[in-house]
């Protein structure tokens, strides 16, 4: 498992293994607890750019191992099974200040990776566009985070309309995880955001696409999480498939009056 949103649901099951060797790209989010993290072989993108910044590896030795994965199960419940033991608190390494100043908005807009395809799980972009254009309206500086590359990774038009851009990997992932801590709530689609949002207990308003067979709220979430500050905007017809290329129905009725009456209550939520 080597994605950013797979590490940090992991992290919770890694801290009952303490001293523990941890194949990831991604030691930062482990700088807290007692493991010793391994380089691993990956030619993902995102992944190899963190990788290369170069870290303290370590070279295992001795003891049994354990794969990690959870296939079609629901994540923390494939988790449980691959860890054999159940997860500890969801959370995050602090990170630090924030590198934006003020009170802002973080939003993810829809993308496409040529090595990761995304296409069916990606809300309907002009969703996320609309959110970002709703807090910008009510007077919340809203900041966009992406890691864009032509021909490798593009956003889906329309972009929300942001005050600040990250779109070209600019941000580590520990100023990447900064800017979502200190964040007044998060928006966008299934993603990394989620769990993040999670473990940081920042507000956030997810908005599903299809590919509901891994991507529905039940499968990316667990009742041992605190689920208290985060809201799924679900499509009326919720496309159940599994297929990476699907004419998924993502149409949500009445999104925007639901989102409206989500930012009434985000006071009560922070």
């Known amino acids: 498992m080597l994605g950013l949103g797979d590490n940090v649901y992991a992290r919770a099951f890694v801290k009952r293994y303490p001293g523990a060797f941890l194949e990831t790209p991604w030691p930062e989010l482990y700088s807290d607890l007692d493991v010793k993290c391994v380089r691993p072989a990956t030619q993902l993108r ?30 923390i419940k494939g988790l449980r099974k691959a860890f054999r033991c159940e997860p500890g608190e969801f959370d995050l390494p602090d990170f630090g200040s924030s590198p934006v100043e003020g009170r802002y908005v973080l939003v993810r ?59 070209k990997g600019e941000l580590p992932v520990e100023q990447l995880l900064a800017l979502l ?10 993603g990394w955001i989620v769990p993040a949002s999670i473990a940081a207990k920042v507000p956030a308003w997810i908005i599903c696409g299809g590919q509901g067979g891994y991507n529905s709220p039940e499968h990316i979430t667990d009742p041992c999480m605190d689920l208290s500050r985060i809201s799924f905007a679900v499509p009326d017809r919720f496309c159940r498939c599994t297929l990476k290329q699907h004419n998924c129905d993502k149409r949500i009725s009445n999104h925007d009056e639901r989102f409206a009456a989500w930012t009434d209550r985000l006071p009560a939520l922070v």
């Open 46 to 75: 995102t992944q190899s750019k963190n990788i290369q910044r170069g870290h303290d590896w370590h070279r295992p030795v001795g003891g049994g191992q354990l794969r990690i994965a959870y296939g079609r199960e629901p994540i």
């Open 109 to 167: 807009p829809a993308t496409v990776r040529t090595e990761w395809r995304a296409d069916t799980r990606n809300p309907l972009p002009e969703y996320i566009a609309s959110a970002a254009a709703e807090m910008r309206r009510r007077g919340w500086k809203v900041v966009s985070v992406a890691d864009l590359e032509p021909g490798k990774e593009w956003a889906l038009d329309p972009l929300p309309p942001a005050d600040i851009q990250f779109h």
């Open 181 to 190: 801590q200190h964040a007044t709530a998060v928006i966008g689609g299934i």
